[in-house]
């Protein structure tokens, strides 16, 4: 079945420091692929996504890559602040299944001033 | 503003007793509607598809006699957690949308005492 593995965190970075949370999946065909931010408390905000190869998603800075030949969507942002600190979920939705998502196991992203 | 409606945000209550969560769609009218589940620093699980009008289709392994799902009109979708005991105890989030990207809920934190 669908996967998505992201890197293990907690990830604790420095102000205006350099962010890269992999992602990679497993998945039939051309899934859409996406990144999910959760603040403390709060459910789930879509960031950026990209539905198909070489697509580039942005938002607030954070840029993710669909690249098929390594099966990967990595997240990254050059220069995080404190108010980016939150949990990051990285996730795919098969085009024949609705709009499902499958999603990684979240990295915790801390960043201090 | 928030498009998808989940109430209540936070239930504390005894072992044995049953809990509803709503999950509404504010501004659009959804024919499906997704309930995930959560543990302490893991991901997002789903646990079934909601379907206006029709039953649930519930993933493998969620007990369809426990997480009872509901959607009887366009904009509303109920979980109820029959005779919830502590390891009940979870971070419950809805999703609706028609297609990606799907809207989430704030979620409900269940703690079952």
């Known amino acids: 079945g669908d996967s998505v593995t992201q890197m293990e965190g907690p990830v604790t970075l420095s102000e205006e420091a350099f962010l890269t949370i992999n992602c990679t999946y497993t998945a039939t065909g051309y899934p859409s692929l996406f990144w999910y931010v959760q603040y403390p408390g709060e459910g789930l905000q879509l960031l950026l996504k990209?539905?198909?190869?070489?697509d580039k998603g942005s938002n607030k800075g954070f840029e993710a890559t669909y690249r098929k030949e390594t099966t990967s969507f990595h997240l990254e942002k050059g220069s995080v602040q404190v108010s980016d600190s939150a949990v990051y979920f990285c996730a795919l939705s098969p085009l024949d299944a609705g709009s499902r998502l499958t999603f990684g196991e979240g990295t915790q992203l801390t960043v201090n001033p | 503003g928030a498009v998808v409606s989940q109430h209540p945000s936070r239930v504390i209550c005894k072992s044995g007793t049953s809990v509803k969560i709503e999950c509404r769609s504010l501004d659009f009218q959804a024919t499906t509607m997704f309930w995930y589940r959560q543990f302490p620093k893991q991901s997002l699980m789903l646990m079934a598809t909601s379907n206006e009008g029709s039953k649930a289709t519930y993933e493998q392994g969620v007990e369809k006699d426990k997480f009872l799902i509901n959607h009887a009109s366009l904009t509303l979708s109920t979980l109820t957690v029959t005779s919830a005991h502590p390891e009940d105890s979870s971070f419950y989030i809805c999703?609706?949308?028609?297609?990606?990207?799907?809207?989430f809920g704030d979620g409900t934190r269940l703690s079952i005492l």
């Open positions: 999703s609706a949308g028609s297609n990606q990207p799907q809207h």
């Open positions: 990209a539905t198909k190869a070489d």
